[in-house]
């Protein structure tokens, strides 16, 4: 913020836009900033504390999990850095989440006593809010809901996302947090619902191996994408493989995670 206050915050500018800068950054770090002198300290006082207490209430209502399991010192010393120190790239509120994931990943010092899942239990928590505020349509004339999940060219859900984390976020609370990663992957589909609901399902790795495939050849067949998962496996019975592919697509099309066809 002292960077930001030193290139903007310039004797050119008007009496009044340097007073909202020192007034802006004296709220973000009042430790680096003294309070402007034309602004009583009382009055800034309740504007420090209800900017900084917005800010935490809703890194805490969109971090549940994380926010429960840090200790209030940490994670206030956290939310207060990002709040002094992260410049957003975006005016929306409901971007500030997605602004603290990116503080997490890129900005933020790691600390001897995080837990080695913080960004990946982070980003699984932000998925939650980012799919419930995706403004994706679906083009239903371009899909055959009915179509032949085998001969046909498969369509996932725009409102569904296929994620790989190291650790078993979905699992992370108070009475887990798991020190390393046990040498497993954890495969989820995150979906929202046509009432606006987040479902989180745990897939296998052959599923999350064929949605990948599904998402990176959209013209080739879904036959032709369990044949190439049967060479992959080395399996002695290409025709299990069909079957119990045939399976995970019917159960995908049930929870509406593949919508059918390419019409």
Avoid at 4 to 12: A, R
Avoid at 229 to 249: A, F, K, Q, T, Y
Wanted: charged fraction near 25%; hydrophobic fraction near 35%.
């Amino acid at each position: 913020m002292a960077q930001l206050v030193t290139t903007y915050n310039t004797v050119d500018r008007p009496d009044f836009v340097r007073l909202q800068y020192s007034f802006a950054a004296h709220i973000r770090n009042p430790e680096k900033n003294p309070c402007p002198e034309a602004i009583e300290n009382r009055r800034m006082k309740i504007y420090r504390e209800l900017l900084y207490n917005n800010v935490e209430d809703f890194m805490a209502s969109t971090y549940p999990v994380l926010r429960q399991i840090t200790p209030d010192d940490r994670w206030h010393s956290m939310i207060r850095d990002y709040f002094a120190n992260h410049l957003s790239h975006t005016p929306l509120f409901t971007e500030m989440p997605r602004e603290f994931l990116k503080y997490l990943e890129h900005e933020r010092r790691p600390q001897p006593d995080d837990p080695p899942f913080l960004l990946e239990l982070a980003h699984y928590e932000w998925v939650e809010l980012a799919l419930s505020i995706l403004d994706e349509k679906v083009n239903e004339t371009t899909i055959n809901s009915d179509g032949d999940l085998l001969d046909g060219n498969l369509v996932i859900s725009p409102l569904a996302w296929a994620l790989n984390y190291r650790f078993p976020v979905h699992k992370i609370g108070p009475d887990f947090q798991p020190k390393d990663t046990g040498g497993t992957q954890t495969h989820l589909v995150v979906y929202r619902d046509a009432g606006f609901d987040i479902h989180f399902i745990e897939i296998n790795a052959i599923t999350a191996r064929l949605l990948h495939l599904i998402t990176t050849n959209p013209d080739k067949t879904g036959r032709t994408l369990l044949q190439q998962i049967s060479i992959e496996l080395n399996h002695s019975r290409p025709d299990i493989v069909m079957d119990g592919g045939m399976e995970i697509l019917n159960n995908l099309i049930r929870r509406k995670v593949i919508l059918g066809t390419r019409v």
